[in-house]
């Protein structure tokens, strides 16, 4: 049987139906004797060029902090089994499976319509995050440059934005990082979803190392620009049981701040991640799919704000608990800066520096 190698390794298994399409189909290999993995060609990535008339995208959800992002790509090639952000791909007439991971709709000339949004006579000045649904520094972006043309454009207005990633891509653009941070303009969180590689690869099979995030961390906390932690999403019974190494070692690389969110199995993430599961760690199926119910009121999902990223019952707070000790054992005195809006050059002052 061939091994995959990880350069075409995907995180899903399969390609659910998409819900809106009245007729579906899937193929089936007349290769019937062959072993799945000999079967089964890995498509290369199908980059697709979109042209979305706006960027900016008001966040609504009170369970998150941020007010408005940004995501110069949809679909991501990173293949999080775990990604709440799947369930969007059928919008565009894709399947949320691995057509999410091998799909990727780049959005064209991203930084102009930025930096029209921005301009805008009705803009006010809020932080923008880039890769409230996909990462802005997935695979991606090392070709097309959307996010760091963006970045561009936030230092040239001297825009407030946060960054959130898994990839150490981001490293690129430390001289853009730099330069915004002179002026208290940028936060960048690095997500960290476990220290065991072979987790990390089957969870996340197109992401940086552990050992990457860490230099990544390190890398630019040695530059002064304020970087926290997500661990996200925490998944009882694989993951769950890391919160403290992985609080200690962050925070050992620089880090200031360490946040976290529970795993919720919206939609078709349900059955992609449970085929996964169930393929992946067979053993601990049961358990964990178990464990996922019992923070979520006896379901995989929960959709009630201020109760659906952090969970409830007994897991859930043993996981709140711990995360309070990690912090006060190794965040203690730490923070992240609030960011400057204060220097937004808006279109109004624009017009006057012409006189």
């Known amino acids: 049987m061939k091994k995959k190698t990880d350069s075409s390794a995907r995180g899903a298994g399969i390609n659910p139906a998409n819900p809106y399409f009245k007729l579906n189909h899937e193929y089936e290999s ?14 290369k990535t199908q980059y697709i060029k979109v042209f979305p008339k706006t960027m900016i995208n008001k966040v609504l959800s009170p369970d ?28 565009w007439g894709y399947s949320a499976g691995i057509d999410f991971e091998q799909k990727i709709m780049i959005k064209q000339n991203a930084a102009g319509i930025l930096r029209k949004e921005l301009l805008h006579k009705n803009w006010k000045v809020a932080p923008v995050s880039f890769s409230g649904n996909t990462d802005c520094y997935q695979p991606a972006e090392a070709k097309f440059k959307l996010t760091r043309s963006m970045l561009e454009v936030m230092l040239e207005l001297q825009h407030p934005v ?14 853009i990082l730099k330069a915004l941070n002179e002026k208290q303009l940028i936060n960048v969180y690095i ?14 099979p197109r992401t940086a190392t552990a050992a990457q995030r860490l230099k990544t961390i390190k890398l630019l906390s040695s530059h002064g620009i304020p970087v926290g932690v997500m661990l996200a999403p ?39 991640f449970k085929e996964w599961l169930q393929r992946t760690y067979p053993d601990r199926y049961e358990k964990v799919i178990h464990q996922i119910e019992e923070v979520h009121g006896g379901q995989v999902n929960d959709n009630r704000f201020g109760k659906r990223m952090r969970g409830e019952g007994k897991i859930a707070d043993i996981i709140k608990d711990t995360m309070i000790v990690a912090r006060r054992k190794y965040f203690e005195g730490k923070h992240m800066p609030a960011l400057n809006t204060e220097l937004f050059i808006s279109s109004t002052m624009k017009q006057l520096s012409l006189f």
Request: aromatic share 6%.
């Open 30 to 43: 007349e290769l019937h004797d062959q072993p799945a993995d000999d079967d089964i060609q890995d498509p």
């Open 64 to 91: 998150i902090s941020i007010m408005y992002s940004v995501n110069p790509y949809q679909g991501c090639e990173h293949g999080c089994i775990y990604c709440y952000a799947r369930n969007t791909h059928p919008y």
């Open 162 to 175: 946060g960054i959130i990633t898994k990839n150490s891509l981001i490293t690129r653009d430390l001289d």
């Open 191 to 204: 997500s960290v979803t476990s220290m065991d590689e072979e987790l990390r690869r089957n969870l996340e």
């Open 234 to 272: 925490i998944i009882p019974g694989l993951n769950s049981h890391e919160i403290m190494e992985i609080a200690k070692r962050t925070s050992e690389a620089g880090a200031l701040g360490l946040g976290y969110t529970i795993v919720r199995l919206n939609g078709q993430v349900s059955d992609i």
